[in-house]
């Protein structure tokens, strides 16, 4: 279970932070490639997290996402409302 919350936390963490770092340069370098930029990072980023962490967390990156599992059934209660936790912090932490 804290394993799952850790990678949760971690997950969420470098997705954001690689979302944000790659805003950044495109805005510090004056490239603008707009929204094809920004798919490809979040596409390539998203697949490379999910198969890093997905021994150790569901990755589901984002608090609606799990909301929905929880809904569905995949998720138990307090287990989602725990990653739903993790996942705003680590979104804060990589923002800051």
Do not use: D, W
């Not at 971690?10 to 770092?21: D, E, G, H, M, R």
């Amino acid at each position: 279970e804290i394993r799952a919350q850790a990678g949760e936390f971690f997950v969420t963490l470098i997705f954001i932070f690689t979302i944000c770092a790659a805003g950044l340069n495109e805005g510090r370098l004056g490239a603008n490639m707009g929204s094809l930029s920004a798919g490809v990072s979040t596409g390539f980023a998203a697949v490379a997290l999910i198969y890093a962490f997905c021994q150790f967390a569901p990755s589901h990156f984002n608090p609606a996402v799990t909301l929905g599992a929880m809904i569905s059934g995949k998720t138990a209660r307090g287990s989602g409302l725990v990653l739903m936790f993790s996942q705003l912090v680590a979104g804060l932490a990589a923002v800051g």
